[in-house]
């Protein structure tokens, strides 16, 4: 077990491109979180799956943003046209269900030209 | 309204000397409380977690963190930094009733000096 994978580390793209980050969870976790994290800011709660399904969506989580989990295992997180405002250290967790705090990822950290 | 708040954005300290890091939360249910650690351009560890029981909880890396309800407080301490300490400090609220979704204050900056 090597932890919450997340992929790629570092992505650079033109404003108005789309964008897919990757995360791989620990592989017995069945809950899987996304955040994102801007410059000099703690981590927000973008949207939470347990298994496939996906429980709740933040406020934060546009109509550009869709994150899947379609087996219950890895999961992506989808940015469509993105904005200057998109740039951010985007952080994926997974736990088992009933536990008490999670493990984190390294993050994807986006930039925006 | 439930809010993490870490009142020192920046704290300087000697290598050697303790240290402490302030985390107040304003949360409507019983919460769990978490303080996580972050050095530049990686993810978040977990340094220690409180749910119930002793208020005094030991961590990883020496540190430790004290509960006060009555003060809605989560203090961390380290009675004895190193250099490889420095780093993004986070306090993290939980409700006990939910499912994991955290809140997480702004964070505090240590830098460690020889």
């Known amino acids: 077990d090597t932890g919450v994978s997340q992929d790629p580390r570092h992505k650079i793209t033109k404003r108005g491109q789309n964008v897919t980050f990757r995360c791989d969870p620990i592989?017995?976790?069945?809950?899987l979180y996304w955040y994102r994290q801007t410059l000099g800011q703690g981590p927000e709660f973008l949207t939470y799956f347990q298994n496939e399904a996906q429980l709740e969506k933040s406020r934060l989580l546009s109509d550009r943003f869709s994150a899947e989990r379609p087996k219950g295992s890895f999961s992506t997180l989808e940015i469509q046209r993105t904005e200057q405002g998109d740039s951010a250290m985007y952080l994926c967790?997974?736990?088992?269900?009933?536990?008490?705090?999670?493990?984190f990822g390294s993050g994807t950290r986006l930039t925006v030209v | 309204a439930q809010s993490v708040t870490q009142p020192d954005i920046h704290i300087t300290v000697s290598e050697g000397a303790s240290l402490e890091l302030r985390c107040n939360y304003s949360?409507?249910?019983?919460?769990?409380l978490f303080w996580y650690v972050q050095s530049p351009g990686q993810g978040l560890q977990l340094l220690l977690k409180?749910?119930?029981?002793?208020?005094l909880v030991q961590g990883i890396k020496g540190f430790e963190a004290e509960f006060k309800r009555s003060q809605s407080s989560f203090n961390l301490r380290k009675p004895s930094v190193h250099w490889s300490d420095a780093a993004e400090y986070f306090c993290?609220?939980?409700?006990?009733?939910?499912?994991?979704?955290?809140?997480f204050g702004a964070g505090t900056q240590v830098v460690v000096t020889p």
């Open positions: 949360y409507g249910a019983t919460p769990y």
């Open positions: 967790a997974s736990s088992l269900e009933g536990a008490r705090g999670y493990t």
């Open positions: 409180y749910f119930s029981g002793d208020t």
């Open positions: 993290a609220v939980g409700a006990a009733d939910s499912w994991g979704k955290f809140q």
């Open positions: 592989s017995e976790h069945n809950r």
